[in-house]
């Protein structure tokens, strides 16, 4: 004779063990109440914009769809966002210029400034934490023509030979002259994250084993080569981060421009980059579906370019054998 199975009924949670289960759930919801509205959202309807006609000031209700037609506006008809296409690029250029600089600095630093190596650090880091509007402010007084502590050095210049011929006596008008807004904005970028990657690229020398450098110099390699031979091949990991870093911080390059001329970038239109245009464009202009277009394609620009970076790296990690 077969027993019944025994039937339990299950208890009903008490008010504080649900509490209980509920309060990790409560803890974590800050931040997904704020990536939902800040992040989640704006990106979702960013993306929906871009395939319609809209002016912010017209209201919700006046949005028309308009499929591609934005994005075949901005890649096939709109000279000016191939012109702040190429001015990115070529800032993108002189920001990668960052690497070798900081890497000869932190280097310096770590075999040459051991007592003072704190101290240094935080001398190159220091205007990285500063303002960035500050900062262009501060240099739209360096390169201003007529009154510009930069102009006011090099006309000290103007009698040596060689040197001096390079520079008109009435100076050089660096946010004016489309030939040098370029270099301009790119020295301002160069000086405020210089510090930034020094400390990044210091940080991962200081990492590596001092047994390499040892046999490094038990073999006789001089200080160039063991940079060459044992920091540098160490560093790949590192140097990998800071290229995607400038890869993405120079192709969305903002502040520094705008402070410096403006968001229509100037004369001739030489310091105008992608997210200029694209501010402009969305507030200036009032066309923000063409604005949101603009995001996505720059969107795919940094995502190719960082796979194209990543492919270069991984493809240097395989010839070492890594």
Known sequence: MTQAPVQFQARPLSSSTRARRLAPYLFISPFFIFFLVFALFPTLFSFYLSFQKWRQTSGLGEMKFSGLENYHFTLFSDPWFWKAVGNTLILGVYGLLLQPIALVLAFAILVGLKRFRSLVTALYFLPYITS????????????????????????????LPLVGGLFPNGGVDWLGDPNTVKPAIALVVLWRYLGWNVLLHLSRMQAIPQDLYDAAKIDGASTGQQFRFVTLPQLMPMLFLTVSLTIIGQMQLFDEPYVLVGGEG?????????????????FKFGDAGTAAAMGWILFAGILALSTLNNRIFGAQGRARGE
Do not use: P, R
């Open 266 to 282: 100037g004369w001739a239109q030489a310091g105008l980059t992608v997210a200029t245009y694209l501010y402009t464009t969305a």
């Open 132 to 159: 960035t509007v500050a900062v262009a402010l501060i240099f739209t007084v360096v390169y201003s023509k007529n009154t510009g502590l930069l102009n006011a050095f090099l006309s000290t210049l103007h009698g």
